[in-house]
């Protein structure tokens, strides 16, 4: 009686059945009809169970059931039609549980079995996470594939809302697939094998809290657990100067959950767990800012050899050292890239980046990044028209003329693919400060002259001069010192 | 029996004494500052126990009135040399945690390191005044910093400062007993034998 027959790959199926009478029995004869065409297949069978090929349509089975002597007691046949064999894949197997303490990440790996099956079936993959002791369900997901006729080795990751050290986690998995030429009825498989990933809870040596200095962004929700030893006791855990109620994860272990996490101090915020006996362990909490977006970026040259680049950095993201935001400067046209040290105390943040030979325009991305994010900004310059020489140092004015003079100075730089443009500052004692504007090309670490005329005779003169680019103005330099000078008599 | 000490020997380590005790009072009030601060800083409860360091030397000494003037010095010397590695860590710590974050609180420590090296110098100053001098410290490798957590690590400086606090105590007490003449001679003899 209640014969079932249950295909696991659409080919062959396992038939099983009862025998309703009490006697003791032998063996069976079980023959069955391939698609309903003689002869049937026979054979004996101690088990109440065969596996014989899934029939296109349909196929007849008898069943006769022998005493231990072999006299015949019962024979029984059913007709089986494709519609009663129900299709219930193979129990998934877990290839790979990988736990990634750092992120309270799992990685699962399972292969799909799919060359046991036609291309393109449509598979659902349940997936359960348990948790503590008492393997609490905590989630169930489910993950979609597409059967290619080959074993694919599917990957899951789930991240868990505590860390994984806190307790032990355990995943199970089971799948349905969508067999649609199938008529008859489809099932989910078995529950794969529980797969674990044992908390720190489980070692002798586990105690801690975690996450062991982690960093998160404001307005995270953090989970901390205390692991601790067997027979201790958690006085109170407390997130900065907050005490928490305890969440019992197992006799070992206990944990807090702190919500919208508000920005720490430089150090950190401290979780402590206080044990019996007057011990106590912790953890650093450092909460803070992805990096925003740097503002008023700005690349200048001042010598032709090192461009400067600065920006205002934008909100501070609250988190110092080495859990501080790096800067970078990646040049896209030559591919160059440079690591930028800067002060995360200095309201405006500088990086240089050296000039290239034969390269006139820049792309520049500025990277940055810190621990919770990353962000960059660009900036496409023509560095001749970002031209901001130095101050014009050594200048000297002379002249053995009434009325005019020779100004010497040096500008530190290398201004050869570029003209100058001067400004000279005219200032005496009694008649109104005048400009001379000159330009003239520009040269290589060079001095450079001018001459003023229809100065005043027999006057005292105080001369300064700054400079920038001719052809595409960008930035004056400073002045420089001034420099006195009487003209002759006349 | 030992010589005694020729008048201007005996001069030069009272003055000696005289200016430790003076920077173990200094050094003191500093650290007790920088406890606070760093409490503060830190976040931490300023009740909070910390079981004894591993690699801090303790003040704490059984017949601390039996000791010669020479083991006084010696032990005096073995804690500041290895506060001098200790404050190093915290500061080299301080600056990889926080980078330009908290100079105030680096410099707080930079300044205890100063004066914790500058009370080794002193000690050794005494001990040249004995023939044998101060020991040497080629070949003493500081001790590895342990790998502990952050929060391990904050607790770690606090029982570090609070011993050092403890030992600054107990060096200007050392260095009174040092300019004590030892009972019966006019002068003190060289430390070798008293207590």
Redo the contacts between chains.
Sequence with gaps: QNLKCVTHNLRKMACTWDVSSRRRHGQSDFCYTTNDLPPPVCFKTKEKRVEIPVPESSTTVTITTNSISGTAIATKQFEIHSADISFVPLTPRILSLTPDFSTSTLNLKWSDNGSAFPYGLDAFWQIQILRKEAKEKVTQVTYYSKMTHEDVILSWNWTSDMPLECTSHYVKIRCYINVTQFVGPKDWSDWSPVKEVPGKDTEPNGS??FP??TVVAVGSDVTFCCVHEEGQQIERMSY?SKVYPLIRLSSRSSAIRVLNASAS????????CRLSE?E?????LFVGYAPDVPQNLSCETSNFLIIKCTWKPGRPSGL?????TNYSLFERISGKNVSCEV???NRERVCGFPVLADQKTYHFILGVSNPIGQTQSSLLVDLTQRVHPKTPEKLTVSGNSSTSVHLHWFINGSFAEIRLLCQIEISSGHSEQKMHNISMPGGKFSTYTAQLNTLHPYTKYQFRVRCSAADHFWRWSDWSRVEEHTTLEA | MAAADSPSAALRRRDLCSRGIRLAGKMRSDVIDLLDTYVE?????AS??VVTVEGVPVAAVERWDEQTGTQRLLENLTAYRAFRVLLAQMLEEH?????????GLGRALAAVLLQVSAFAYHLEELLRLESRGPPSEEGTAPPPVPHL????R??RGLGVLRELAQWAVRSARDLRQLTKPSPGSSSAPSWAESP
């Design positions: 801690g809290v062991q200095d900065g101090d430089t150090s950190g915020t401290n979780v402590v007057d106590m362990d912790g953890t650093v110092y050292g080495k859990r501080g002060n995360e105390m | 800083r830190q976040g931490l409860d909070a126990s600056r990889e945690q926080l980078g330009d974050a908290d100079t957590g952050l929060f391990e904050k607790l």
